[in-house]
């Protein structure tokens, strides 16, 4: 009789604590808004307690109690729980109680540690033991060491067998990793090792199958459950509908919810809140308004979840106004909204980069007691950070402290990168010490954000000290750091230390994105270095990496430069070649290329092959082309070329009228050459240095220094409107233009208006006007021109008549030997604080230095 009383109330304890934990739940929600995740525990809690009533007091009703743990023993039913642990401890010389102690605070290395002692001292390890292991390392989501301990229990039949609460406990960690395999093959086995399978076991299957999306598998489980006996539950049901939401199928969802109810349980707002995330999940908003318009209908209290998925979804489609009212109906329907609902709304701000609307968002929030969290303060920070708003982000990094919101390291790492937008490496490494000041480590991350900042400052130095330091303190950088200062050398045209750096990032086992190795391409093909863009190219195609367009364009555009036609002409075919599509830009280059070598047949024929592969020629190429025809002097040919460029519809440039101008001047046809220079107007263009210089060039090679003066009188008459004034090469021509037609006084009197002006002469036209000078016989004016010659630091030249040398012999001439020994004294005094001339350097040795 006393036994009877004592197990009755065990059995009402039973059911007294669902009824405790749901009269907690309440009252909490009465006073506290009581978060999404928060609430739905409670209620599986609740329903987990009511499930483990009902079969207590079926155990009761059928007198058939047997209290198993997960320690359980061969004993039967009179051995209570607390008299298993009590003989693990005294049979294992208290070694158990110690375990049990590790395993519960967490110290799974120290529980393990113990196991070992055990057996080391003879004892021998109870069911208790292996369950305590099981238990700790599952809710420490370590799988394999569950697995591993309940491997070894199930392999020593003479301590006993696991019970089902231990079974249950792996399968649950099982579906907490998402591992739908191994949760089945544990539920499997279970009866082979002499366990059966209760309620919970497939519902921890369910609940994996659930979290993995697999809506089938669920279903079949859930199905297999009625055929063994097992009828589903409240949570059965819920993981399938679980499994339905995150797939968005609203009518497998709506399916399951009907068969619930005709199996005759009543859902609750945990299975609603899955179908109208269901409805969701595949945009049909008024779908999922109708259900929770009929959970109000059913008298189920609706939750923060109902709403929030609502509100999720039109956030995420962009409907940020919308989804701002159902915050409002939230409230107004007597339902406070967490601070997770209000970072659905701003993620939408965030996504549009919306900072005005997403302050209001936040004032509203503060306004309605919400404390807004590290994720919204963080979000609040991107949008900030996004435009290069630095002044924005240091304000809420402010308004965090000022809240108590702790900022994390994604609040750093994001505030940092508004610094590197705007180059701020002062700011970028401020932040950088506050956030190690809030005891955060900075991460990769967090130093790839400083060193993007210096790149855009254009210190690659500092960027490559950070980096050096990242390696000495042993946080190791991963390929966007390497390729972050490989570009900042690049970008600044050291071709040698970005090569170092891609080299020790290969060496680091690490393969760099094709922008980095196009970047180093275009910085070797700048330098005019073919031969080492051609190297970075090959160690693309070594790491079987994309090689781009932009790529091939810088070696083709390279090879152009250097008048290489042979070398562009083979980069251009590879490319073609390798199925990479080549531009205006590519065929432009090629033409320019032969252009240079003066092979206007060459280019020609690239022209054709262009427009054969369908791609339109730009200004650029007819301008190679007729530079072609120019560099070889064929006007007829670059007149032609002129026509086809305007019956394409494309208008002439400067440029093009330039080498229209340059064909025309090596052919030696002054006069069409100034008919050019007349006509570039009539094309609405107005004619500059390069137009004027090509022709007065073209005057004095003809030797017609009057036709050249007048041209350069033109250009310095209408400097003050085209602000082009006349460069050094227009008058140096003009004056030896003059000096060599022997017209002393028009050579002389354009120096002097050249060195007036302030524009530098060169050598030859002193030494020209000099020598004009001597052959008029003007040897005072010869002097003169050679002291202001020396005045102005150019260098005379040593012999001819336009030399010191040459004035002192015309003195001679005449007798005036006192004159010509003042000249030669001059000689003497420059020879002496003249600097000594270098050796020229071959071109090939100029380039490898």
Same mark, same amino acid.
């Given at each position: 009789?006393?036994?009877?009383?004592?197990?009755?109330?065990?059995?009402?304890?039973?059911?007294?604590?669902?009824?405790?934990?749901?009269?907690?739940?309440?009252?909490?929600?009465?006073?506290?808004?009581?978060?999404?995740?928060?609430?739905?525990?409670?209620?599986?809690?609740?329903?987990?307690?009511?499930?483990?009533?009902?079969?207590?007091?079926?155990?009761?009703?059928?007198?058939?109690?047997?209290?198993?743990?997960?320690?359980?023993?061969?004993?039967?039913?009179?051995?209570?729980?607390?008299?298993?642990?009590?003989?693990?401890?005294?049979?294992?010389?208290?070694?158990?109680?110690?375990?049990?102690?590790?395993?519960?605070?967490?110290?799974?290395?120290?529980?393990?540690?113990?196991?070992?002692?055990?057996?080391?001292?003879?004892?021998?390890?109870?069911?208790?033991?292996?369950?305590?292991?099981?238990?700790?390392?599952?809710?420490?989501?370590?799988?394999?060491?569950?697995?591993?301990?309940?491997?070894?229990?199930?392999?020593?039949?003479?301590?006993?067998?696991?019970?089902?609460?231990?079974?249950?406990?792996?399968?649950?960690?099982? /579906?907490?990793?998402? %591992? &739908?395999?191994? +949760? #089945?093959? $544990?539920?499997?086995?279970? =009866?082979?090792? *002499?366990? @059966?399978? !209760?309620?919970?076991?497939?519902?921890?299957?369910?609940?994996?199958?659930?979290?993995?999306?697999?809506?089938?598998?669920?279903?079949?489980?859930?199905?297999?459950?009625?055929?063994?006996?097992?009828?589903?539950?409240?949570?059965?049901?819920?993981?399938?509908?679980?499994?339905?939401?995150?797939?968005?199928?609203?009518?497998?969802?709506?399916?399951?919810?009907?068969?619930?109810?005709?199996?005759?349980?009543?859902?609750?707002?945990?299975?609603?809140?899955?179908?109208?995330?269901?409805?969701?999940?595949?945009?049909?908003?008024?779908?999922?308004?109708?259900?929770?318009?009929?959970?109000?209908?059913?008298?189920?209290?609706?939750?923060?979840?109902?709403?929030?998925?609502?509100?999720?979804?039109? /956030?995420?489609?962009? %409907? &940020?106004?919308? +989804? #701002?009212? $159902?915050?409002?109906?939230? =409230?107004?329907? *007597?339902? @406070?909204? !967490?601070?997770?609902?209000?970072?659905?709304?701003?993620?939408?701000?965030?996504?549009?980069?919306?900072?005005?609307?997403?302050?209001?968002?936040?004032?509203?929030?503060?306004?309605?007691?919400?404390?807004?969290?590290?994720?919204?303060?963080?979000?609040?920070?991107?949008?900030?950070?996004?435009?290069?708003?630095?002044?924005?982000?240091?304000?809420?990094?402010?308004?965090?402290?000022?809240?108590?919101?702790?900022?994390?390291?994604?609040?750093?790492?994001?505030?940092?990168?508004?610094?590197?937008?705007?180059?701020?490496?002062?700011?970028?490494?401020?932040?950088?010490?506050?956030?190690?000041?809030?005891?955060?480590?900075?991460?990769?991350?967090?130093?790839?954000?400083?060193?993007?900042?210096? /790149?855009?400052?254009? %210190?690659?130095?500092? +960027? #490559?000290? $950070?980096?050096?330091?990242?390696?000495?303190? *042993?946080?190791?950088? !991963?390929?966007?750091?390497?390729?972050?200062?490989?570009?900042?050398?690049?970008?600044?045209?050291?071709?040698?230390?970005?090569?170092?750096?891609?080299?020790?990032?290969?060496?680091?086992?690490?393969?760099?994105?094709?922008?980095?190795?196009?970047?180093?391409?275009?910085?070797?093909?700048?330098?005019?270095?073919?031969?080492?863009?051609?190297?970075?190219?090959?160690?693309?195609?070594?790491?079987?990496?994309?090689?781009?367009?932009?790529?091939?364009?810088?070696?083709?555009?390279?090879?152009?430069?250097?008048?290489?036609?042979?070398?562009?002409?083979?980069?251009?075919?590879?490319?073609?070649?390798?199925?990479?599509?080549?531009?205006?830009?590519?065929?432009?280059?090629?033409?320019?290329?032969? /252009?240079?070598?003066? %092979?206007?047949?060459? +280019? #020609?024929? $690239?022209?054709?092959?262009?427009?054969?592969? *369908?791609?339109?020629?730009?200004?650029?190429?007819?301008?190679?082309?007729?530079?072609?025809?120019?560099?070889?002097?064929?006007?007829?040919?670059?007149?032609?070329?002129?026509?086809?460029?305007?019956?394409?519809?494309?208008?002439?440039?400067?440029?093009?009228?330039?080498?229209?101008?340059?064909?025309?001047?090596?052919?030696?046809?002054?006069?069409?050459?100034?008919?050019?220079?007349?006509?570039?107007?009539?094309?609405?263009?107005?004619?500059?240095?390069?137009?004027?210089?090509?022709?007065?060039?073209?005057?004095?090679?003809?030797?017609?220094?009057?036709?050249?003066?007048?041209?350069?009188?033109?250009?310095?008459?209408?400097?003050?409107?085209?602000?082009?004034?006349?460069?050094?090469?227009?008058?140096?021509?003009?004056?030896?233009?003059?000096?060599?037609?022997?017209?002393?006084?028009?050579?002389?009197?354009?120096?002097?208006?050249?060195?007036?002006?302030?524009?530098?002469?060169?050598?030859?036209?002193?030494?020209?006007?000099?020598?004009?000078?001597?052959?008029?016989?003007?040897?005072?004016?010869?002097?003169?021109?050679?002291?202001?010659?020396?005045?102005?630091?150019?260098?005379?030249?040593?012999?001819?008549?336009?030399?010191?040398?040459?004035?002192?012999?015309?003195?001679?001439?005449?007798?005036?030997?006192?004159?010509?020994?003042?000249?030669?004294?001059?000689?003497?005094?420059?020879?002496?604080?003249?600097?000594?001339?270098?050796?020229?350097?071959?071109?090939?040795?100029?380039?490898?230095?």
């Amino acid at each position: 009789m006393v036994a009877s009383f004592k197990s009755f109330g065990s059995v009402s304890k039973t059911l007294l604590l669902p009824a405790v934990v749901i009269a907690v739940f309440l009252g909490l929600e009465a006073c506290f808004s009581a978060s999404v995740a928060i609430e739905e525990l409670m209620i599986v809690a609740a329903l987990l307690c009511l499930e483990f009533g009902r079969r207590s007091t079926k155990a009761f009703s059928s007198s058939k109690a047997a209290a198993q743990k997960c320690e359980v023993t061969e004993a039967p039913e009179e051995n209570s729980a607390s008299q298993t642990t009590q003989r693990s401890h005294e049979s294992t010389g208290g070694l158990a109680g110690r375990l049990q102690a590790a395993a519960r605070s967490g110290d799974l290395a120290s529980a393990e540690a113990l196991m070992g002692t055990m057996r080391r001292e003879g004892h021998r390890p109870t069911v208790f033991c292996y369950g305590t292991l099981v238990s700790a390392f599952a809710k420490a989501g370590d799988l394999a060491g569950a697995e591993k301990w309940l491997e070894e229990l199930a392999a020593r039949p003479d301590l006993g067998k696991p019970n089902v609460i231990c079974l249950n406990i792996t399968i649950s960690a099982c /579906a907490k990793v998402g %591992d &739908v395999k191994r +949760a #089945e093959s $544990w539920l499997l086995r279970m =009866t082979s090792m *002499g366990v @059966e399978p !209760d309620v919970m076991s497939y519902n921890a299957v369910i609940d994996a199958c659930a979290r993995a999306g697999e809506v089938s598998r669920a279903e079949e489980w859930l199905q297999k459950m009625n055929q063994n006996g097992i009828p589903p539950n409240l949570v059965s049901y819920s993981s399938v509908l679980h499994a339905c939401a995150k797939a968005g199928d609203v009518g497998r969802a709506e399916a399951w919810l009907k068969k619930m109810e005709a199996g005759g349980l009543e859902p609750n707002a945990i299975c609603y809140n899955s179908i109208i995330h269901a409805c969701s999940k595949a945009g049909d908003c008024d779908r999922a308004v109708s259900w929770l318009e009929e959970m109000a209908k059913r008298g189920i209290d609706q939750t923060v979840n109902s709403y929030s998925t609502i509100i999720d979804m039109l /956030a995420k489609r962009g %409907d &940020v106004e919308a +989804a #701002e009212q $159902w915050l409002g109906r939230m =409230t107004e329907v *007597g339902i @406070e909204a !967490d601070a997770v609902s209000y970072n659905m709304v701003l993620g939408a701000y965030c996504k549009t980069g919306d900072a005005d609307q997403a302050r209001s968002l936040y004032e509203l929030m503060r306004s309605r007691s919400v404390k807004p969290n590290t994720i919204f303060f963080n979000m609040l920070i991107n949008i900030h950070a996004r435009i290069g708003d630095s002044v924005g982000v240091a304000r809420w990094l402010k308004e965090m402290r000022l809240n108590n919101v702790q900022a994390d390291r994604v609040s750093f790492n994001t505030a940092i990168k508004s610094f590197a937008r705007s180059a701020d490496v002062a700011g970028a490494e401020m932040l950088l010490k506050e956030m190690r000041a809030a005891s955060l480590d900075p991460d990769v991350m967090t130093y790839n954000a400083v060193i993007s900042t210096c /790149a855009r400052a254009r %210190d690659p130095d500092r +960027a #490559e000290a $950070w980096l050096l330091l990242m390696l000495k303190t *042993g946080i190791q950088p !991963d390929a966007m750091t390497y390729c972050i200062v490989i570009d900042a050398f690049a970008q600044g045209s050291d071709s040698a230390r970005a090569e170092q750096w891609l080299n020790r990032m290969e060496a680091a086992g690490f393969r760099g994105n094709p922008n980095t190795y196009s970047s180093l391409v275009h910085t070797f093909a700048k330098r005019g270095d073919v031969t080492g863009a051609e190297h970075i190219f090959q160690r693309v195609e070594n790491l079987k990496l994309e090689t781009s367009g932009a790529m091939y364009n810088a070696l083709i555009s390279a090879c152009a430069k250097h008048g290489d036609a042979a070398r562009a002409e083979y980069w251009l075919t590879k490319m073609l070649d390798n199925g990479a599509r080549a531009d205006v830009a590519s065929y432009s280059a090629v033409i320019h290329a032969c /252009a240079k070598s003066k %092979d206007l047949t060459r +280019a #020609e024929n $690239w022209v054709e092959r262009m427009q054969e592969a *369908g791609v339109e020629a730009n200004i650029v190429t007819f301008n190679s082309v007729i530079n072609a025809c120019a560099r070889c002097g064929d006007v007829d040919r670059a007149e032609s070329w002129l026509k086809r460029m305007e019956k394409a519809g494309i208008a002439p440039a400067v440029l093009t009228i330039n080498s229209m101008i340059n064909a025309c001047a090596k052919a030696g046809d002054l006069a069409r050459a100034e008919d050019w220079l007349v006509a570039i107007r009539e094309y609405g263009l107005v004619p500059d240095a390069v137009s004027y210089s090509t022709v007065i060039h073209a005057c004095t090679v003809q030797q017609e220094p009057a036709r050249a003066e007048q041209w350069l009188e033109e250009m310095r008459a209408g400097s003050s409107a085209t602000g082009e004034k006349p460069s050094p090469f227009c008058y140096n021509s003009v004056i030896q233009a003059w000096a060599r037609a022997g017209d002393c006084k028009k050579a002389s009197r354009w120096l002097a208006l050249m060195l007036s002006e302030g524009v530098e002469a060169n050598p030859a036209s002193f030494s020209g006007v000099v020598a004009a000078c001597v052959a008029s016989g003007n040897l005072d004016d010869a002097e003169n021109w050679l002291a202001l010659m020396s005045k102005h630091g150019v260098p005379a030249p040593r012999v001819g008549s336009g030399s010191h040398a040459g004035v002192a012999a015309a003195w001679l001439r005449r007798g005036e030997t006192a004159r010509a020994a003042a000249v030669k004294k001059l000689i003497q005094e420059e020879s002496t604080t003249r600097p000594a001339e270098k050796p020229k350097q071959s071109p090939s040795l100029r380039s490898r230095k």
